[in-house]
């Protein structure tokens, strides 16, 4: 125990500074403003409201924040009403239907607005698996390599509610004679069905080969390594009731390969069966060992983990909209979904005629396969489909994560994905996306039996998006960032921060390497300071400010450039370019950036120069003395270095031969070096001219303050709706939401 304290406590003092956040980039030690003080955030304030404010406006809620949020508030720190669920694992016969009797969960979920549903979660026995131990190797200890295979599958009913307090619902929590199930599927149970309500039934057929060999490195602590295989052919339905009139019918099937290689190391868990708090074998009391195991080990365990996965695989999605007042119309959908099983030997057989549709198919095949395969299903319901299309994907992602002990533990993702996206509704043409995604987690006091104290969730996205028309002709690149952000339980000035990362892009807009604007932000007052102790907000710097904490915030930040756009970002003159790096360089490397910005200059190899004597004139410096760290042409050169090497990035993209590699290096410019994400938009943003470029900036704050209003807002700025790039937005962000895997509360 000795050692696993120490441990945690020397790496409690090192995460400081491994994952501390930072605003900007860092140029050999040089780094950028954490934030603003007071006083500047109202200059910046004023500054906003006095030019020219975006409106805000009240929009839908994607399923992509609903993800997000439902991530975010997963364990939190809240009432106990809120994290109480029903769980049993015993043959339950709820319904007079063969293979349904696994374990039951019934649980309680919150939309972004605060509104409840509920949900009832039974497992549909419908397989097996075996794995063994095969092979004892000397001082390493046991090789394991499993087989296994079968199929699984949940029924899962969602119930929105009427109520927002989770204590009020807990009646309605225990009564489980209540439980809802999807099987059987009946006409008279499809009409009854309520508004907003969803059934889904998820199937996975699973083959999987995987090995693991583990060792005590030091005492208490095992080292292991594994690796693994997995194919899956996923079939699934759902219904969901959206209006009086209208229930939509999703048919999935999802087979995908994952490829995985990874290494952890941790300090031993306490095994259920040790716990013993209850006495006897029932069911209730391994439930209860179970549980109480589970959290203790999040008190104690220390852990780190990393690991590779590849993934490729390809979707089909039917969706038809039917009334289910229309009695011929329910009475064909249930023949078509009829018995407990029929359904699942149905999407197999449909996924069997999927299979021989490749990802290399052109254009014309491709739509006539999957409108084969749309007519089949149609004819089965008596409907047409309201929406028809694929998607073949592939992709890499590398995974760490770490657990301290209560004190921290953190999740961090960094993948690259390309996903092949065709749909009749797009009369048949190809949408092309290269993704990168950059996910991080963090969690702060981790309470056991309680939940986390404070919370910090960050996803940037990067998509480069190509459309090729049934003719095979493809269109230039767009470009798209999508960051989702949120907290729980920090400061306000947290909050703030997050505002900030957002405006310190949109202030570049247009600017052309010449200063910033204040134009088209969203005034931080929505996030308002507290005034110094017996002072007022913005005052004397040196006074210290008080500030409070928030419930939860969450943001969503959009920034889109056009096809226009793109190109003129692309074939940027080198100069402007440079002009641009340096206009952002002036906030972030100081005042060396802002006084010799106008020195440096592109050579006739593309690299950044500059004299050396007259940029030591400007800088008051009589010699190098490039050994004295703190000598400005230290910062000079790494300036110089640093804006060859974005120079390089954008040179990259523009000498690619086709349209596909110019995508991946674009959209690997955008996401990997000193200037990535954010920064990178802090220079390209400059080449464009405002008309084609568009943001959204959408933001739900549950203060819990009182005297501060809630916020929960979008706005909106630089769209020009004629230039018809944000259709393709709308086009692509529609289709990524359609073919992403289900919530817990969307379908």
């Not at 609903?66 to 009403?81: A, P, Q, R």
């Not at 490195?217 to 969901?240: C, F, Q």
């Not at 674009?666 to 938009?681: C, I, N, P, V």
Request: net charge neutral; aromatic share 8%.
């Amino acid at each position: 125990m000795k050692l696993i304290i120490s441990l945690a406590m020397a790496l409690m003092s090192g995460a400081t500074v491994l994952f501390a956040g930072s605003a900007g980039p860092s140029f050999d030690g040089v780094s950028g403003n954490a934030g603003f003080s007071g006083r500047e955030l109202l200059e910046r304030s004023k500054a906003d409201t006095a030019v020219r404010p975006p409106v805000p406006s009240t929009v839908p809620v994607s399923n992509e924040l609903i993800n997000f949020w439902s991530n975010l508030e997963t364990n939190g720190l809240d009432k106990l009403c809120k994290v109480a669920q029903l769980k049993l694992n015993q043959n339950v016969r709820l319904v007079n239907v063969v293979g349904l009797g696994g374990g039951v969960k019934r649980y309680l979920k919150s939309f972004p607005d605060h509104r409840l549903a509920l949900v009832d979660e039974i497992e549909l026995k419908l397989g097996l698996s075996l794995s063994q131990a095969v092979l004892q190797v000397p001082g390493l200890g046991s090789l394991s390599v499993g087989i296994s295979g079968g199929v699984e599958g949940r029924s899962v009913v969602v119930r929105p509610l009427e109520s927002e307090r989770y204590c009020k619902e807990l009646g309605t929590l225990v009564k489980l004679y209540d439980a809802k199930t999807v099987l059987p599927i009946t006409a008279k149970r499809i009409v009854n069905m309520e508004k907003g309500e969803i059934w889904k039934l998820p199937v996975v057929v699973r083959y999987s080969i995987s090995s693991s060999a583990g060792t005590p490195a030091i005492e208490g602590v095992v080292v292991s390594i594994g690796a693994g295989y997995t194919k899956e052919r996923k079939p699934s339905v759902s219904l969901y009731r959206m209006a009086e009139n209208d229930l939509r019918l999703r048919i999935r099937i999802d087979q995908v390969t994952v490829k995985s290689l990874g290494v952890s190391a941790g300090t031993m868990e306490i095994p259920a069966g040790d716990i013993g708090l209850m006495p006897g074998e029932d069911f209730l009391s391994r439930t209860v060992d179970r549980n109480v195991a589970r959290q203790i080990n999040r008190f104690i365990a220390l852990k780190f983990g990393y690991n590779e996965a590849r993934t490729s695989g390809k979707k089909l999605l039917l969706e038809f909209h039917l009334d289910p007042n229309d009695a011929e119309q329910v009475a064909r959908l249930v023949e078509f979904l009829e018995g407990d099983f029929d359904t699942i030997r149905k999407f197999i057989s449909m996924g069997l005629n999927f299979e021989t549709f490749a990802e290399e198919a052109a254009p014309l095949s491709g739509a006539e396969i999957i409108e084969d395969l749309a007519d089949s299903a149609g004819a089965a319901v008596n409907g047409t489909a309201a929406f028809a299309g694929t998607d073949h994907y592939d992709g890499q992602s590398d995974n760490f994560n770490m657990n301290i002990p209560v004190a921290y533990s953190y999740r961090h993702s960094v993948a690259t994905g390309y996903h092949r996206y065709q749909a009749l509704k797009t009369n048949g043409s190809i949408v092309h996306i290269q993704q990168r995604t950059r996910v991080s987690n963090g969690d702060t006091l981790n309470i056991p039996f309680a939940g986390t104290r404070m919370r910090h969730n960050s996803e940037k996205n990067i998509y480069v998006v190509n459309k090729q028309s049934l003719d095979g002709k493809v269109t230039g690149p767009v470009l798209l960032f999508q960051q989702y952000e949120g907290l729980v339980g920090k400061e306000a000035g947290r909050a703030r921060d997050m505002l900030h990362n957002a405006n310190s892009v949109l202030e570049y807009a247009g600017r052309r390497g010449n200063g910033v604007t204040y134009e088209n932000m969203v005034p931080p007052s929505i996030f308002p300071l507290l005034p110094p102790e017996g002072g007022a907000a913005g005052g004397d710097e040196d006074e210290p400010e008080t500030d409070r904490r928030y419930k939860a915030v969450v943001m969503s930040f959009k920034l889109a450039f056009s096809e226009k756009a793109v190109q003129e970002i692309i074939f940027a003159a080198p100069e402007l370019i440079l002009k641009a790096y340096m206009n952002v360089m002036r906030q972030t490397a100081g005042p060396v950036a802002a006084k010799a910005m106008d020195l440096f200059t592109v050579g006739g190899n593309g690299k950044v120069e500059y004299d050396a004597a007259a940029m030591r004139a400007r800088l008051g410096v009589t010699s190098d003395h490039l050994a004295d760290v703190t000598n400005p042409m230290n910062v000079v050169r790494s300036l110089a270095r640093a804006a060859g090497k974005f120079l390089e990035k954008l040179a990259g993209v523009r000498s690619e031969p086709t349209w596909k590699g110019q995508a991946e290096q674009l959209a690997k410019a955008a996401s990997r070096g000193d200037m990535k994400y954010e920064d990178f938009l802090k220079v390209v943003i400059q080449l464009v001219d405002t008309k084609d470029i568009s943001s959204d900036i959408y933001i739900h704050a549950d203060k819990r303050v009182k005297g501060e209003p809630d916020v929960t807002q979008n706005y909106t700025m630089f769209n020009n709706r004629d230039n018809g790039y944000d259709g393709t937005i709308a086009d692509v962000t529609a289709m990524r939401e359609r073919f992403a895997e289900p919530t817990d509360l969307t379908d």
